[in-house]
């Protein structure tokens, strides 16, 4: 690219659709436009009858009750089913949101202080490590403090990948002075030495690859920019390279590290942002600065650098600031879990394990436009598949099912769910919900625009739900999502009750 050049390349959506594993079958009619707005929604889903006797589902008696988290990976299997992860813990305290709603713990927003999930490392002796507050200007000896509190062990948001960006244009290799005023999607985007980058308007950068800035390069945000920087391979700012420096607003800039090689400044090169980074550290190198806000794996500080967090930063969502409340993770649990391989069958058919029929629940839209359905004796398959087994109920089951909603944003489109026992929600392969454990009546809030999703884009809603509470079995829902029938719905078996 010469020097004074024009990066400018078109974007456009992608439908993200995944294949779905269930149906949800309508009242009214199969599309979107059809189903807004009825007063009914019927969803069809997949119960599975396991055995009292079957100790890779029903838990030991006297199991203690409690609502377990992180269980279930942050991704779906690639069967579309959870994978068990065996990295549970006890929730001693709600994460909750400013309305009070409990909420998942992976998708509460981290403010105030340097939040990491491993480890911090520096020499206090060599290193500079304090807080600013942006609010109030630039960094300076007059707007500097001492340093903020560290929480080691903190849990890490899930960050996805845009999904609108188009395909791929390849590798980018830029020099000279370069306008970059539109949404990019690289494999590798590489500067030459001093390049000059300018980002004009509400720029979004996705790099399948390497993010790698050369010697004595600058990036610039014009009046007004912003950009969102997205990375799955190594991103390193090196050789008096200049990130953001122009504004020092490290609201202006995000940088979102999507792979597991740790980010590196290097050589005295100063950056201005906001790093969020689960899987990987951070690590300055020799006489760098970085000006913002972290939330990663680790963090090590080398000789003469310094890290200097922003405690102005409050997180943002549709205009709106967030302010979460963080709850308290307690001692490592498996949720009465046994293994991986029993997992595994709780919610796929097992010859001779588990036997499986239909259920339809309805959802009823109350005056608010929310859907609602609640039963506190929810017992679907009494008397039937394996009997209730000289017990009043037929306790020990799983439920599942799959529907899809187009996403509106910044509507406050929202899933709440209580119920007794454990279930978790996955919007395309992402984890929304997590309430895992064994327990009475608990609920947990999904708000939709925390996870990253694209407005206007088609989703699929992959809901799981296990009874395994031997005297309790309540089942209860509130969305004001739309939810409507896969297009190409793939039903498990049939029912053999």
Not at 42 to 69: K, L
């Amino acid at each position: 690219m010469n020097s004074n050049s024009t990066l400018r390349l078109a974007s456009y959506s992608a439908l993200a659709v995944a294949a779905g594993v269930l149906m949800l079958m309508p009242k009214s009619l199969p599309s979107a436009s059809a189903t807004a707005g009825t007063d009914t929604i019927d969803i069809t889903g997949t119960v599975r009858d396991f055995r009292s006797s079957d100790s890779g589902f029903v838990p030991p008696a006297g199991t203690p009750w409690s609502h377990v988290a992180g269980s279930v990976d942050l991704s779906l299997g690639a069967d579309y089913r959870p994978m068990y992860t065996g990295a549970g813990f006890n929730v001693s305290t709600q994460w909750r949101n400013s309305d009070g709603e409990p909420i998942p713990p992976h998708l509460a927003q981290e403010t105030g202080g340097l939040q990491v999930g491993s480890s911090f490392t520096r020499d206090p002796a060599r290193t500079t490590f304090d807080s600013w507050e942006s609010a109030n200007g630039p960094y300076s000896l007059a707007n500097s403090s001492a340093a903020p509190a560290v929480t080691i062990g903190a849990r890490m948001p899930k960050v996805s990948a845009p999904t609108d960006l188009g395909p791929s244009v390849g590798d980018v290799l830029s020099n000279g002075i370069v306008l970059i005023d539109e949404n990019l999607h690289c494999d590798d985007f590489v500067t030459d030495k001093l390049t000059t980058l300018n980002v004009s308007g509400n720029v979004t950068i996705l790099c399948e690859g390497d993010f790698i800035m050369n010697q004595s390069s600058t990036m610039n945000l014009l009046p007004g920019a912003s950009l969102r920087l997205y990375a799955r391979g190594a991103i390193a700012i090196n050789q008096s390279s200049q990130f953001n420096m122009n504004t020092f607003a490290p609201g202006a800039v995000t940088i979102y590290n999507l792979g597991t090689t740790t980010m590196r400044i290097s050589q005295s090169s100063h950056v201005v942002g906001r790093i969020i980074s689960p899987n990987a550290g951070l690590q300055l190198d020799q006489n760098d600065h970085f000006y913002g806000t972290f939330v990663g794996k680790s963090v090590v500080l080398d000789q003469g650098t310094g890290l200097h967090i922003d405690g102005s930063w409050i997180p943002t969502m549709c205009g709106g600031e967030v302010m979460d409340t963080m709850g308290t993770a307690g001692s490592g649990s498996t949720g009465a879990i046994a293994s991986a391989a029993d997992f595994t069958d709780w919610f796929s058919e097992a010859l001779g394990r588990n036997l499986f029929a239909t259920h339809t629940i309805t959802l009823t839209r109350n005056m608010s436009g929310v859907y609602e359905y609640m039963d506190d004796e929810f017992f679907p398959i009494d008397g039937r598949l394996f009997g209730n087994e000289y017990a009043g109920h037929n306790y020990y089951f799983t439920y599942s099912f799959t529907v899809e909603f187009v996403h509106r944003a910044c509507e406050g489109r929202f899933f709440e769910f209580e119920g007794a026992d454990d279930a978790w929600m996955f919007v395309e392969n992402d984890l929304a919900l997590d309430l895992g454990g064994i327990r009475s009546g608990m609920s947990q809030y999904v708000e939709f625009d925390r996870m990253n999703l694209v407005d206007g884009e088609t989703y699929r809603l992959h809901f799981f739900y296990a009874q395994r509470n031997p005297t309790q079995a309540s089942f209860g829902m509130r969305t004001n999502l739309d939810l409507i029938r896969p297009s190409d719905p793939l039903a498990i078996g049939s029912e053999n009750d």
